[in-house]
């Protein structure tokens, strides 16, 4: 039996409430343990910025707990996460993307949870303290799958364009495998979901893709994309790309993997190699890359001479 975890942002009992648990109630059917949270029903403080998470877990003396949030909520949410073994993360979309207490979730994950920031911290802790270590939540280390569900009113697709592309960020720092994602449009035709039986067929094909994930016999297996559709992009199996001007080049916007664009016989093509395939920021070698950048800038930042006196002419700008 395993642990399903659905976090929702969505109006309490509204569409995303329900599509999740939907796909709870199958999960559960399937003999899971279940366990469903709604963040905005708690108190968590948005993230300021200031690095202490990121200083103390390169610097041995935290494992990236907050220190500007110490008493909020956060840790229900964070233990609700990394007990899980799936998670399925769903969200309303406001104007193209998911809800602003979705995007605070993301910000306080972040480097904190970063299974590479995270696991070099325990290789280099363990080789230095030896048993006697500080380690990081070994649950931080648990595979886990996870699904993403959008819901938005707009009758138009494209008005939930960004919708997806942001909610990898949920999944992307603790380095769990996306198996599927879905997008409600058009909600505002109908009062409620439940109403729309296609939809809540979906949410039942989302479950038995967990099911199947979580009953895998091998890694690759577990791992497998398994969303009715595949995008362009053969990591994250999304199509959101940053075109070069002027050249073939092309950039996968959640997956920061470079490919070149062409067309064959009409037809837009797209080639990613498999050395930038691996270098994805959804897996662990792009993770590492970026924790080997964040740690290198953070101890060889370039000082500004008397930035205290060259701040204070912009001090009461506009107050």
């Known amino acids: 039996m395993a642990k399903v975890t659905a976090i929702s942002f969505g109006r309490k009992m509204s569409n995303t409430d329900v599509m999740l648990?939907?796909?709870?109630?199958?999960?559960?059917?399937?003999?899971?343990?279940?366990?469903f949270i709604r963040p905005d029903d708690l108190n968590i403080g948005a993230c300021t910025g200031c690095c202490a998470c990121v200083a103390g877990i390169l610097s041995g003396r935290s494992n990236g707990e907050c220190v500007m949030h110490r008493d909020d909520d956060f840790h229900i949410v964070e233990d609700a996460y990394y007990s899980a073994d799936a998670l399925i993360i769903g969200s309303p979309v406001y104007e193209t993307s998911p809800s602003g207490t979705f995007k605070t979730f993301c910000d306080r994950m972040g480097p904190s949870h970063d299974i590479a920031f995270l696991t070099e911290a325990r290789k280099d802790r363990l080789a230095r303290d030896g048993e006697s270590a500080m380690l990081p939540d070994e649950r931080a280390f648990k595979p886990r799958v996870g699904c993403l569900v959008g819901v938005g009113g707009a009758r138009t697709e494209n008005w939930t364009i960004m919708t997806i592309p942001v909610m990898y960020e949920c999944m992307m720092s603790a380095g769990v495998d996306v198996i599927d994602t879905h997008v409600y449009y058009g909600a505002m035709n109908v009062q409620h979901v439940l109403g729309v039986p296609e939809q809540m067929a979906r949410m039942d094909e989302m479950a038995q893709h967990i099911i199947d994930a979580l009953a895998a016999e091998s890694d690759e297996e577990r791992r497998a994309w398994r969303g009715p559709s595949d995008g362009a992009c053969p990591v994250c199996h999304q199509s959101m790309f940053r075109v070069h001007q002027g050249s073939d080049l092309v950039e996968c916007a959640i997956c920061g993997i470079e490919g070149t664009v062409g067309i064959v016989d009409g037809k837009i093509t797209y080639r990613f190699t498999k050395e930038w395939?691996?270098?994805s920021r959804l897996k662990y070698a792009g993770k590492l890359e970026h924790r080997n950048e964040i740690a290198d800038g953070a101890m060889t930042q370039k000082k500004v001479p008397g930035l205290a006196e060259l701040k204070k002419p912009y001090l009461t700008v506009g107050e």
Do not use: F, P, S, V
């Not at 648990?21 to 366990?35: M, N, P, S, T, V």
């Open 277 to 279: 395939q691996d270098r």
């Open 21 to 35: 648990k939907e796909i709870l109630r199958k999960c559960a059917e399937a003999g899971h343990d279940i366990c």
